[in-house]
């Protein structure tokens, strides 16, 4: 499907519409930011990388029950998904203490949560994003009830299906963030998962595949990228 009038840049992506009015073109850029957009940067091939990445999770996803916005892979660096009404609350899924969950309780990083620790954030980049609890959730009307329960439910239920398939792999899920939106009254996954949203460690090295190597200035960024999309992709037709 051809995309039509651009709609929207994000820090990652760039929004066009399409002659349905349901559907959108998403394409992936190669842009990076971290810490709230004050580090700023390109990863190169990062757009065909994690829209090739992100297809693939989508559809490993779909082969489980767990519908998306996801329709199909276009090209290189598109994908066609279903227009979202897309709630203010990002989820966090941790099974490792890693990044911010390290530094707010002083676990070391690498240090295993006995059971994966959900978190809500307000999705408000003016804000830096806060954490926020389900009372804040109600209380500014961001989501219902029933649709936290099944954010809840169906991020936990994600976590099991990429863990198991990633260990075979031999890549460790340390944490994800995951969107969520509205579409035709339902609830739906969006976004992207990828290096870009998702803490990877190698399993045997705790070498990290993901954007903590651009974070923190550790180079071989587009190399980690390359790397997932490798392991995923092994031997998959």
């Not at 767990?66 to 290189?76: K, T």
């Not at 299906?161 to 899920?173: D, N, P, S, V």
């Not at 190698?202 to 980690?224: C, H, I, P, Y």
């Amino acid at each position: 499907m051809d995309k039509k009038e651009f709609l929207y840049e994000g820090k990652a992506k760039r929004i066009y519409a399409t002659a349905d009015p349901s559907l959108v073109v998403v394409e992936y850029k190669d842009d990076a930011t971290a810490f709230n957009g004050e580090k700023k940067g390109q990863i190169t091939n990062k757009g065909m990388l994690n829209n090739k990445i992100a297809s693939f999770f989508f559809e490993l996803l779909a082969a489980e029950g767990i519908p998306s916005h996801f329709v199909q892979q276009l090209s290189e660096r598109e994908m066609l998904v279903k227009k979202l009404t897309i709630l203010k609350v990002e989820v966090v899924t941790r099974n490792i203490a890693a990044g911010s969950l390290s530094k707010r309780l002083g676990l070391a990083e690498g240090t295993p949560m006995s059971r994966p620790v959900l978190e809500f954030y307000y999705k408000d980049d003016d804000l830096g994003d806060p954490m926020i609890n389900e009372s804040h959730i109600y209380a500014m009307e961001m989501a219902t009830p029933e649709q936290i329960q099944y954010i809840s439910e169906t991020a936990l239920r994600i976590n099991e299906i990429l863990t198991g398939y990633l260990k075979e792999k031999e890549i460790m899920l340390i944490d994800f963030k995951l969107e969520f939106g509205l579409y035709e009254g339902s609830v739906l996954l969006g976004d992207e998962i990828s290096p870009d949203t998702c803490r990877f460690w190698d399993a045997k090295t705790k070498e990290k595949l993901d954007k903590d190597r651009f974070r923190r200035d550790l180079g071989g960024v587009s190399e980690a990228y390359e790397e997932i999309l490798k392991r995923l992709t092994d031997g998959v037709k």
